[in-house]
């Protein structure tokens, strides 16, 4: 098999060609391996390749995706022996003794861990530009900017490289690369898949999951892997049958209301309201009812919620990590807005926090009760096409805490209203800028329905399918 056939398969793919013996798991690592090599020094995608030393990680072989290659996060996932460097100078070179509870699940699936992939300090950025890895490009146009924090998984999949990676969503960092690269990028349900050996990530705002090309992949991957581990401290109720069969299942005519406007009120590039238009144009022509509506929320409140949650999260991940290596935290090997957000973390009381988890609780209780007259929220994944490399600099000279998250939070102003809520979004690729990048739409359901999201993704997949549009990179490949 080629690399140009290879990557025409999804994950499902390539796993029935190794069921049926018409294609080896060891001949799928070979290829991705050497797409590694051919395709990372454009594209910088990958940090670590596990595999060209013999290190990779096996899955089952009876798992759903038996011999499938597979990338992973260095950031909260963790698998045992291999550096997660958090995209750090201060974390480089940490390494657990043991596997996630996700990690494990992933194996379980069968799936062969290649290598993983960058992601920016700390996981806090809306691009993927860390001075310990240099930037990770789009494989659509390499001045631009894969998005973040799960950057590298989502240049590597859309490059062809593996067809799903493993990637973390604490603000929008599985929705917006797969916006930027053209992919399909789920944010489950809080609790929806597990968190072992932590407890709620970020307050309960983060969840870990993957990108993938096809909405099948994503589905088939949810039922791999959802559920609670031994002990954990809340979960998502279980569904009353598999994701993948929503995918073929009848499509629901659905009450879906669509925002132009960000609650924050930020400007919205015009390419992506109207890329927005022609997705409420095409859900209407599939049936559904689309009205222009958004809930009610205190955003000044909402924003320093969000301010404190992610700043005292990594102030607490900085200080377990400098501990851990036994290091002291410095502008030194730390990026300058991370050492702002470290410093602003630091300071924050327990009250605070106490009152974010309040503030969050408000906004989660109000976007619940528009859930009860809809079914769905849409808008653009992002207020811009993927960024120009170098916009969103994390080391800018004298930032501080509360102008960094601003600024992550006006190119995404409309992701981390669901990390709050704890509802499950995903980021569809239906939509295309002038200059041929990708945009991708949101879509936000009720908690814990993902299947309602799944049954849509796949209606509005086969009404506009993405499958045969390829980057660059990846077409000029061998």
Known sequence: MKFSEYSNYDATGLAELVRKREVTPKELKNIAVEAIK?????????????????QEIEGSQEGPFAGVPFLIKEALLHAADVPSNLGSRLAEGLV???????????????????????????????????ILYGPTRNPWNTDHSPGGSSGGAGAAVAAGIVPLAHANDGGGSI??????????GLKPTRGRTPTGPFGELLSGIGVEFAVSRSVRDTAALLDAVAGPDIGAYSFAPPHNRSFLEEVNAPPKRLRIAYMEKPLT???????????????????????HEVVEASPQIDVELHNLA????????????????????????????????????????????APQLLEATDIMAAVTRSVGQFFTKYDIILSPTTAQP??????????APGINAEEWTEQIFTYAPFTNLFNTTGQPAISLPLGWS????????????????????????????QARPWKNKRPPALVNAT
Not at 307 to 316: E, F, M, N
Not at 438 to 459: D, K, V, W
């Open 38 to 54: 051919e395709l990372n020094p454009k594209l910088n995608a990958v940090n670590n390749l596990l595999a060209e030393s013999g």
């Open 96 to 130: 657990y003794s043991d596997d996630t509870e996700l990690m494990m699940r992933f194996k379980n699936a069968g799936l062969v861990t290649v290598g993983t992939t960058t992601t920016p300090e700390w996981a806090y950025n809306a691009t993927t530009e860390s």
């Open 175 to 184: 929705r917006i690369p797969a916006s930027c690269n053209g992919l399909v």
């Open 265 to 287: 009120g930020v400007p919205v590039n015009q390419e992506c309201i109207n890329a927005l238009r022609e997705t409420v144009k095409l859900c209407q022509e599939l049936g």
């Open 306 to 349: 969000t301010l404190r949650i992610w700043t005292a999260h990594v102030a607490h991940m900085v200080n377990g990590v400098a501990k851990a290596l036994n290091r002291v935290p410095s502008e030194e090997n730390l990026e300058t807005a991370s050492f702002a957000c470290y410093q602003y973390g630091q300071a924050i009381t």
């Open 386 to 395: 993927p960024l120009p490399l170098g916009e969103l600099n994390q080391n």
């Open 434 to 461: 002038s200059n041929g990048l990708p945009i991708g739409m949101q879509f936000g359901g009720r908690y814990a329905e993902e299947s309602t999201l799944i049954n849509l993704a796949s209606q509005l997949e």
